[in-house]
């Protein structure tokens, strides 16, 4: 599966933003889906995960209660929704699909990975 995220931009703290990711060539339903970050110097590092019917989400302890995943299936799209955004969440946003997902929230099982969008967050 091909998948394309955007929706990346700058704003300031306090604000929110939502990130787009489509997917396309494959059956979207098939995939779990997550989100990862990348911030200048580190690590890449998990967000938030969602199963493949969008019954189950999981978040990192650092977006709990400021970040929520969805998936449209329909759409073959899945969404991050970002509040309260901090200058510690400036990062490249990537989104990733596993096939027929396991539940692990580690990024080597996540086959399939977008071209990243890059928020940034002012203080």
């Known amino acids: 599966v091909q998948l394309q995220a955007f929706g990346g931009g700058l704003v300031q703290a306090g604000g929110s933003l939502r990130l787009s990711c489509a997917a396309s060539?494959?059956?979207?339903?098939?995939?779990?889906m997550g989100w990862f970050r990348q911030a200048p110097g580190k690590e890449r590092e998990f967000v938030a995960a969602?199963?493949?019917?969008?019954?189950?989400?999981y978040y990192a302890d650092s977006v709990k209660g400021r970040f929520t995943i969805s998936r449209d299936n329909a759409k073959n799209t899945q969404y991050l929704q970002m509040n309260s955004l901090k200058p510690e969440d400036t990062a490249v946003y990537y989104c990733?699909?596993?096939?027929?997902?396991?539940?692990?929230?580690?990024?080597?099982?996540?086959?399939?990975w977008g071209q990243g969008t890059l928020v940034t967050v002012s203080s």
């Open positions: 990733a699909a596993a096939y027929y997902w396991s539940g692990s929230l580690d990024s080597r099982d996540f086959g399939s």
């Open positions: 060539g494959g059956t979207f339903s098939r995939y779990g």
């Open positions: 969602i199963s493949r019917s969008g019954g189950f989400t």
